[in-house]
């Protein structure tokens, strides 16, 4: 089955398990047909992992902990994503254009990643920090929404650009430029007044 599926460690350093290429098909090896079914690999004589299929493409994928206890179940028809730790707690969920993080343990969402924004959240549950991603720059704000650092972002590409960094009372406390993603030029840093403290040039 190592044809179809890879192995990776999610943000929470738990396994999961994903599909190389959806596009394969899965055929009989005798009649030629399209597979459907299950396929199952084993380690120490108990199976811990799962592939569905039906008309020979895989659907559904589970993954369990050597101790037996469910690890992921990924149903592709739905695209949702699930993660469990050994005990059987939820460690991330993943659905449509969101994935969710929790806290170990517990079934508090410690982050909230989506295309755009990613949200971070204390065990009580309040925001702490955001951040929002463009296709020119990378923005992190404080829980009030005040801005906290600005940077510029093209995914795939070396940093070029203005950057910013801010104090918690609002005032600007860096000002610079990266190029091909070194900083470049003329950076300076102020105090939580404005004053100017410190000038560089790259």
């Known amino acids: 089955m190592s044809q179809y599926i890879y192995s990776t460690t999610s943000t929470n350093g738990f396994r999961s398990y994903g599909i190389r290429d959806t596009s394969l098909l899965l055929v009989h090896?005798?009649?030629?047909?399209?597979?459907?079914?299950?396929?199952?690999t084993f380690h120490r004589h108990t199976y811990n992992l799962q592939g569905e299929y039906k008309d020979g493409k895989m659907f559904r994928l589970r993954y369990w902990h050597p101790n037996r206890t469910l690890g992921m179940d990924a149903d592709y028809t739905k695209n949702n994503t699930s993660l469990w730790d050994p005990s059987g707690n939820l460690v991330v969920a993943i659905t449509p254009g969101e994935t969710y993080y929790y806290y170990p343990g517990t079934r508090k969402i410690k982050?909230?990643?989506?295309?755009?924004?990613?949200?971070?959240?204390?065990?009580?549950?309040?925001?702490t920090r955001y951040n929002i991603f463009t296709d020119s720059t990378m923005t992190f704000y404080y829980a009030d929404g005040s801005p906290r650092l600005q940077l510029p972002y093209r995914e795939g590409k070396t940093r070029d650009g203005l950057a910013k960094r801010w104090h918690p009372n609002g005032q600007l406390q860096a000002i610079g430029e990266y190029k091909d993603g070194t900083q470049y030029g003329t950076w300076i840093e102020y105090d939580s007044l404005g004053n100017e403290i410190k000038r560089e040039v790259f």
């Open 111 to 127: 982050e909230i990643r989506r295309d755009t924004i990613h949200s971070f959240f204390n065990i009580q549950g309040e925001l």
């Open 29 to 40: 090896k005798r009649s030629g047909d399209p597979y459907t079914g299950f396929i199952r």
